[in-house]
């Protein structure tokens, strides 16, 4: 291999080369995007998995009223966890998880966080915060049917109560999720419902203070 680099022009065997090292990195790819976690998988039914869930009875989440959440039975190395559920499109089908890990030290966050890397690839995007209290990166992933797959791994040391403490870590088929947002939307759209009930008023006249805590 050298001798054949030597007998090119120096600019030529520049090209050779670059063009030998990507065809070398093209038959190294990241992992499929993951489809199941802690023995769950997305697109898979509550009445399927039973077995994995501490009660069949889907409650709706107030934030999102087109997905229900149902708790994850114990299981080992996890702190606990609950799947997302259709509500609409199909109902019972779970389109995201979310599991808590029993540890919660930033060590293990950073062993998760390089084992992925190197799974997947680099993240996509950074959703923390200066204070390093907050350290979460993402994974916009595709799995081997096509499914475009999000993935979250989270620490968190906070006081914040809208963010879990410890470790955890997130999988959402998005196609799925946007599936059930869109048949909700359609549902509220037929039968009228879908005007804000928010009473119009002039955020001035109501004074600053209204929208503070006391």
Known sequence: MHAFFRHLPRALAACVLALALLVLAAGVRAADGP??????????????????LVSPVVDRSPQRPSI?????????????????VGLCA?????????????????????KLMTA?????????????????????WKWGLRAANGEPVSLILMHYEGEDGAFTDGNS????????????????AAEKKASGAGGSAHLAVDAEALGLDWFLPH
């Not at 229900?68 to 606990?80: D, E, I, Q, W």
């Not at 389109?95 to 950073?110: E, P, T």
């Open 68 to 84: 229900g959440v149902v708790a994850v039975a114990p299981l080992p190395g996890y702190r606990s966890g609950y799947v997302d």
């Open 169 to 184: 870590i997130r999988i959402a088929a998005t196609s799925m999720v946007r599936e059930e947002e869109l048949c909700r």
């Open 35 to 52: 489809m199941e976690l802690a023995g769950i998988r997305l697109g898979a039914t509550v009445d399927a998995l039973a077995g994995k």
């Open 116 to 136: 992925l890397k190197q799974r997947y690839g680099e993240p996509r995007e950074w959703r923390g915060n200066a204070f390093g209290t907050l350290r979460t």
């Open 90 to 110: 199909k109902p019972g089908r779970i389109v995201r998880i979310k599991m808590n890990y029993a540890d919660d030290s930033l060590a293990f966050f950073n």
